[in-house]
């Protein structure tokens, strides 16, 4: 399948070389591209400052000390593309379209998905899946997905929202396996996360190719090894491919 390569402008917070720190591909290298702007308020974001708009995108490298390059917002997918393949090496595994939430952008998304699969680089999309019918879209232009479910205990969205962003998830992560993406399907679990929530989730992914990853949550209402063990045995009771992974880019000390 072809597209004609667009030169959309969106909001950029970073593009950085690092390690992926999450999920089944951690300790993959990748080329960050992280968007700015999220529709929703997850208790544990670990990234708030990239909840709203921001001023500048900036171009990272682990060897300096100070970014690359430091662009004003709005920036054009060509300027993103260049700097990606700019920070491109030997070695790298894909490029991770993060945020943020890139489906708040969805057609600079597009556009920046396009734009890698023109210059053959695989593409890493990470969302939280709130509109399927906006990530439906970016289907065809990436290899893997990693959509983030939002349990009703992470307070992410008013009470009355939570089903039909829970429901857009779970269509996003259909949509993917269905056609062939390698789909990740994350949760962050906190102490207080019971295993009534993990067994619904489970309900709801059955008969869906998708690895489920149980995320712990960092700080103060991280989960104890005996909830860890709670969780996943709930989880194992009804699909076989469920793995507890931490976020491991914070112990490497990396971006």
Not at 183 to 193: G, P, R
Not at 221 to 234: S, T, V, Y
Request: glycine residues 8%; aromatic residues 6%.
């Amino acid at each position: 399948m072809t597209r004609r390569r667009t030169d959309e402008v969106g909001v950029l917070a970073e593009i950085f070389s690092s390690f992926q720190g999450e999920g089944p591909l951690v300790g993959n290298r990748q080329v960050f591209v992280r968007t700015a702007g999220c529709n929703l308020s997850c208790s544990y974001c670990d990234s708030p400052k990239f909840r709203c708009e921001v001023e500048f995108c900036e171009v990272l490298s682990p060897q300096a000390s100070a970014p690359l390059q430091r662009a004003d917002n709005p920036v054009t997918t060509s300027w993103a593309m260049e700097e990606i393949l700019g920070l491109w090496a030997r070695g790298t595994h894909s490029v991770s379209i993060t945020g943020g939430e890139p489906l708040c952008q969805p057609d600079f998304a597009l556009s920046l998905a396009t734009g890698c699969a023109a210059e053959g680089l695989p593409v890493y999309f990470e969302t939280n899946g709130y509109s399927a019918s906006r990530f439906r879209r970016l289907i065809p232009w990436i290899d893997f997905a990693a959509v983030d479910i939002k349990l009703q205990s992470h307070r992410s969205c008013p009470p009355d929202r939570w089903s039909r962003l829970f429901e857009n998830e779970i269509s996003c992560i259909d949509g993917a396996t269905r056609s062939g993406v390698a789909t990740i399907a994350k949760t962050v679990i906190l102490d207080a996360t019971t295993s009534e929530e993990i067994e619904q989730l489970c309900d709801r992914l059955e008969g869906l190719d998708a690895t489920l990853v149980l995320q712990p949550v960092s700080g103060d209402k991280r989960p104890g090894p005996e909830k860890l063990i709670q969780l996943h045995q709930a989880a194992s009771e009804h699909r076989g491919d469920v793995v507890i992974i931490p976020q491991a880019h914070k112990m490497m000390g990396v971006l």
